[in-house]
């Protein structure tokens, strides 16, 4: 593989990594593990899907769309996992994306409906240990909100840099 190549691959693996890593420096120390690894995967998992992806739902491009899809469209509203979706999509755009989202949104509207979404979908899962982590991430879905904001804030302050492996000088 080229170097270029090497350094710009990533795997599922390495991204989740780096969302644990990112968050876990702005949480308190006693956070819940669970609850930062769903946050991380979250992250994770919409840093490498499209917004044109046609294999699973394509990342939102606002908030609006959210609305459109999950709350618009009853039918959706009986369905675990399309709820833990929207969920998790209120939480993307109005967490990590929350200052491009503010300009055209009433985030504190999409943190309430993110919320009420991670509860239904809590209400409809039939393993307990994930309904007992999505209803907690429906109660603590305004500081997990919040920390993802602070996570985009962090990332976007910091140089963009790729070191180049040294080659033999000419």
Not at 17 to 46: I, K, M, W
Not at 131 to 153: D, K, N, V, Y
């Amino acid at each position: 593989m080229d170097p270029l190549r090497e350094l710009v691959a990533t795997s599922h693996q390495h991204t989740l990594e780096f969302f644990v890593l990112g968050l876990q420096d702005l949480c308190e120390p006693t956070v819940d593990r669970q609850e930062l690894l769903y946050n991380a995967s979250v992250l994770a998992h919409y840093a490498q899907v499209s917004t044109y992806a046609d294999v699973d739902l394509p990342v939102p491009a606002t908030l609006g769309v959210v609305c459109d899809h999950f709350v618009l469209d009853t039918t959706l509203q009986r369905d675990g996992v399309l709820l833990e979706t929207a969920g998790a999509q209120c939480l993307l755009l109005a967490g990590f994306f929350e200052d491009q989202m503010r300009r055209r949104h009433n985030i504190r509207w999409y943190a309430e409906l993110g919320a009420g979404f991670f509860s239904r979908a809590a209400a409809q899962e039939a393993m307990p240990g994930k309904a007992r982590l999505l209803a907690t991430i429906g109660r603590r879905f305004e500081p997990w909100r919040q920390c993802h904001a602070r996570l985009s804030r962090a990332l976007r302050d910091q140089p963009y840099v790729i070191n180049y492996p040294k080659g033999p000088t000419s």
